[in-house]
């Protein structure tokens, strides 16, 4: 499941957000996932709430934007996709070579908690509702599998020599 690692990534992104604007939390985040981008928006949206333990994203609400594939035809222009066609033109059946959009990740917007400066959220925190635990969708051992995944990515990693010989 590498929806684990793209979460720890946007929650890196939302993160500096957060710093730039002087903000300590974020109570949402909107993420447009193209349809041909292999990301599994119900699996992202299952890790999210782990991978947000802790940062300023804790509790925050995960929004999923999808992308429509739009390939370029040469016959009909800028056509939508069919996944179940592959990159091939739904009007004549021609190969549609480039993709005009469609395998985006990007993280579109982040809502900032209103008036909540870094000082305040000391004060402020135990009246931080709680996220539950485990996400919604997810049985105890799969909320465990997410938990080894997001530990494993956070932790150091010694380097590695590669022999390609």
Request: charged share 25%.
């Amino acid at each position: 499941m590498h929806e684990a690692s793209i979460a720890l990534a946007l929650i890196d992104v939302a993160n500096d957000v957060l710093r730039e604007h002087g903000a300590a939390r974020a109570q949402g985040l909107t993420v447009r996932i193209g349809q041909w981008s292999s990301v599994v928006p119900e699996a992202l949206q299952a890790a999210f709430p782990a991978c947000a333990l802790g940062t300023g994203l804790e509790g925050a609400r995960l929004s999923i934007v999808t992308v429509p594939g739009v390939g370029e035809c040469r016959a009909h222009g800028a056509v939508e996709l069919e996944l179940t066609r592959g990159l091939r033109c739904p009007l004549c059946g021609l190969p549609t070579p480039m993709l005009l959009q469609g395998d985006e990740l990007e993280l579109d917007e982040v809502e900032l908690v209103p008036g909540l400066t870094g000082s305040e959220l000391i004060r402020a925190a135990p009246e931080l509702p709680a996220p539950e635990l485990p996400a919604p969708g997810l049985t105890d051992e799969e909320f465990a599998e997410v938990e080894k995944l997001i530990e494993r990515d956070r932790s150091p990693q010694p380097d590695r020599d590669i022999d390609f010989d």
